[in-house]
Each structure stands twice: as C-alpha cells, then as structure tokens.
C-alpha cells in the first residue's frame, strides 16, 4: 500500500513586518487581511502540531498544494524553505505554489525557486530551478504512482485570486498524463486552484477551468488534489 499525504495553504510563517515601499501594491490588502483576521486563524502552534502528527505518521510521499507565504513578501519564502526541510526530503515531499506565493509580481529567483528541490522533476538537472509555468508540469513517479505538479500560481488585480494553467502547460499535461497512463502508473495531479469553478468564488476560480476539464477528460487522471478553498 503506498500513502500519501496531503498539505493545503499552511501559511508557514508569522507575516514580517513589511517595509512601506513593500506595501506599495496589492500586498497591503493582504497585509491588512492578516492584521485583521488571517493571523487568529493561521496559527504557528496549529501548524506545529499538525505537522509533528503528519510526520510522526511517515507517509511514503506528501503533497503540498501552495500558498506556503502569506503576502509574497521575500522574507517569507526562506521560512517555508525551513518548514519544508521539517517536513520530509525533497524526494519525499512535492510542491506547488499558491497565489499568495504569487501575490505580486517577483522573480522565482531568491523566491519560489528556494524550494526547487520539492519542485523538480524526475528528469531535471540536480541544479535545474524551476522559473515559472514553461517548468511546468514536472513528473516525479514514486513507486506505483506519478505525481504531477501544474502550478496556477500569476499575480492578480487586487481583490482577485485568480489562478491561470496556460495552454502552454496543459498541452505538456495532457501529454504526460497520457504517456504516464500508458505505463499503467495512478496519476496524481497537484494543483492549487481547484478545477470546478462551483467551488469557490469567481474571483478565486481557476480562469481556464473548461480546459483544464477537457485535458482530464481526454487523458485521464486517477486522483486531483488542490488547495486555495
């Protein structure tokens, strides 16, 4: 029997303290959110515990489905580097980011790319950095199953949580999910928005859901696993 274990929006850290110029766009509505209501809800001490009790549970793989930082402020991505490293190996744990790991417009260097170990496919370089969707989706095929991780993680107007695949990277999916299903492998997809748009908000939805829907329809897909709500 293989286990695999789920993490959905852990908002790993409490929010630093932002410099003004960092407030300067969309992240002060998040900032704001945080002070108000977000910070009563994402508990270090809930995290902690749930954590000890995942790990203490030794699942063979963990899925981590995004939004590991709260506001995309750079001091928040080396906190979830730190997380992740508490939460298994990279081979044993799988990432992809969130929208608030993409609340504003950054370069994956120094940010998400920190955690390319957990985002790195099977047959990337051992130095490859993930740089946005065109390294997406990775495969990484972990005894019976292949996991595959779409990230949906673009900056957004505020007030929205959009996310986006892009036909680019469902192309490449409906490609590998067909290629995997040949090998008689359980298809584990990883991806944040969730793909019925009925389950959230129209301003949290994934925009290209419709295709998103056609490319499983047509390849196929045993099991979805996505976070955001």
Sequence with gaps: MFSLAQVADPHVSPLPRPTPLELCNKRVLGYLSWTLRRKHIHRKEVLTALTADLVAAVPDHIAVVGDLTNISLPAEF???LEWLR??????????????????????W????????????GDAAPADHAPSGADDHPWVRVRGPIA????????????????GRAGEAQLARLESLLR????????????????P???????RKR???SARFAEVIARAGAELILHGHT
Excluded at 147 to 162: E, K, Q, S, W
Excluded at 188 to 193: A, F
């Design 109 to 120: 260097s120094g940010t998400i790319a920190l955690w390319r170990r957990y985002m790195r």
């Design 196 to 202: 019925i748009d009925a389950l959230t908000k129209w």
């Design 206 to 208: 994934l925009t290209d």
């Design 86 to 107: 508490g939460v298994g190996d990279p081979d044993r744990v799988s990432v992809v980011p969130g929208n608030h790991d993409a609340y504003v417009a950054l370069p």
């Design 179 to 194: 290629e995997h299903g040949r090998a008689g492998r359980y298809r584990v997809v990883l991806i944040h928005h969730p």
């Design 78 to 80: 080396p906190p979830a």
């Design 147 to 162: 996991v595959l991780g779409v990230t949906t993680a673009v900056p957004t107007l505020p007030f929205f949580a959009t």
